[in-house]
């Protein structure tokens, strides 16, 4: 489903959609740091959008010697 380091896009109740990276799961949710704020999102998996997962991420960055 969602790994730590993915990159994702996230609806919000009040801002509207964010993009972030998920950082860790816990019981009430996926917790994802913002790209541009620094205070930490909790959302549900219904709530998120995988924009680039960290598998892909780390294979391309294999594949460019990095």
């Given amino acids: 489903m969602f ?3 993915d990159l994702v896009k996230v609806k919000t109740k009040h801002y ?3 993009h972030g990276v998920i950082v860790k799961r816990g019981m009430d949710g996926w917790f994802i740091q913002p790209t541009d704020h620094p205070r930490t999102i909790i959302a549900r ?3 998120i959008e995988v924009l680039v ?3 892909r991420h780390n294979r391309v ?3 460019l010697g990095l």
């Fill in 3 to 5: 790994e730590k380091g």
């Fill in 16 to 18: 509207g959609k964010k």
């Fill in 45 to 47: 998996a219904e709530d």
């Fill in 53 to 55: 997962p960290i598998a």
């Fill in 61 to 63: 960055m294999k594949q």
